[in-house]
């Protein structure tokens, strides 16, 4: 067993499930004992450890390996340290023909077990970069709200590139799609079942402004491409309205989730969606249903040290994802993100989530080469 895997075996076995997920002081909610093993594990290793307070309970773990001579670039590794919700038997490391099965095998503590074994292994290395700091920061909350990477941006960080973990089957991602959850009301006028005529069907409305969303606003967006990601999508996720039915309903509400471009915001979206619904006769209250959106992420290739990790993953050209994560909101503070991990994201959130071992070696083998590369 390599250390690598040792590390992600130990990790799989610690739960952390985001405690947005599960009922208040669940025991297996919560980033915690993650956070406390990794802190262990890096000061064995000689490394400086600190803990950054972001919610109640709930630390970033913050590792740090100092070069020789004086500080001339900052590399930050950040995967973070939350998982969905799992059956028991998912906090058991299994493995088995060349996998290890586990909740967060891919998502993402395959990332953390990369990351942080490619730092204790620099930091015991003969050489290492002298003038380049590598910080590695377990992040909590990414599967919620992302409060473990806006509280690193807010806290005034400053790094020249992080790569953030996330199953990217070993590409280098330099951009990915951002999320917006929005509401749709629709208000009409009460009447008796028996009498629909003196009143105002807010149903009808809605089923309306759906069949406009999934027909000729999803046409709209499939005309608008980017390069590395395609184009962004609407997806009505879910619709109440009425009471009962011999009453005309008053009122109707869906959500949808709008899978951003780079360049998109979310006033520009309901302005968007103010014009279709104009446009087709039908009215709306537009509002956020969500606390802050995921912004999308466009990280420029050409800039010199995604270059030079582009070359030292031997990759020609980088790629885009569908989903979001924590690189955009480091990047929307300033710092040149892009993604970068073990495991497939079809595995992650799965009932059987599992990573390749080989690949997990891998990832690890191609950050230390990267981070060996700097001088
Ligand atoms: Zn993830």
């Known amino acids: 067993m390599t250390r690598t895997e ?25 980033e915690k004992s993650v956070a406390d093993f990794l802190a262990s594990t890096a000061a064995r290793a000689g490394m400086t450890v600190e803990f950054q307070k972001v919610l109640p309970g709930r630390s970033n773990v913050i590792v740090r390996l100092q070069p020789r001579n004086q500080v001339r670039r900052t590399i930050l590794l950040a995967p973070h340290l939350d998982t969905v919700v799992a059956d028991s038997t998912q906090f058991i ?42 910080i590695f920061a377990g992040l909590i909350d990414e599967e ?20 953030v973990g996330e199953p990217t089957r070993l590409q280098v991602v330099t951009a990915h799609k951002g999320c917006l959850w929005l509401r749709l009301a629709t208000h009409g006028h009460a009447a008796h079942g028996a009498t629909p005529h003196l009143g105002k069907n807010a149903v009808h409305e809605m089923a309306r402004i759906v069949n406009a969303l999934e027909t000729d606003y999803a046409a709209q967006l499939k005309r608008r491409k980017h390069k590395l ?66 912004l999308p992420l466009e990280t420029d290739p050409r800039h010199p040290l995604v270059r030079q990790f582009l070359r030292s993953a031997k990759q020609a050209r980088p790629v885009g994802v569908d989903y979001f994560c924590d690189a955009s909101v480091l990047s929307a503070a300033g710092i040149p993100s892009v993604v970068f991990g073990p495991g497939d994201i ?19 083998d191609l950050l230390v080469g990267f981070l060996n590369s700097l001088s």
């Open 6 to 30: 040792k590390l992600l075996a130990e990790l799989i076995a610690l739960p952390s499930v985001n405690p947005a997920f599960l009922p208040p002081r669940h025991p297996q909610a919560g």
């Open 93 to 134: 490391p299994q493995r088995k023909n060349g996998r290890l099965y586990g909740r967060g095998a891919c998502d993402t503590k395959g990332s953390v077990a990369a990351m942080l074994g490619a730092l204790c292994e620099l930091a015991g290395a003969k050489t290492r970069p002298l003038e380049t700091e590598i």
């Open 144 to 163: 919620h709200a992302q409060a473990g990477s806006r509280a690193l941006a807010a806290g005034g960080f400053r790094a020249d590139l992080a790569i």
């Open 229 to 294: 990601l395609g184009a962004g999508t609407v997806n009505v996720g879910t619709i109440c309205g009425g009471v009962q039915p011999n009453i005309v309903p008053e009122s109707c509400n869906i959500s949808i989730d709008r899978r951003t471009l780079p360049g998109e915001t979310e006033s520009g979206v309901r302005r968007e969606l103010q014009a279709l619904l104009r446009a087709e006769k039908l009215s709306a209250k537009v509002e956020s249903a969500k606390l802050a959106p995921a």
């Open 346 to 364: 079809a595995q992650a959130h799965t009932a059987d989530e599992w990573i390749s071992l080989k690949e997990l070696e891998r990832a690890k």
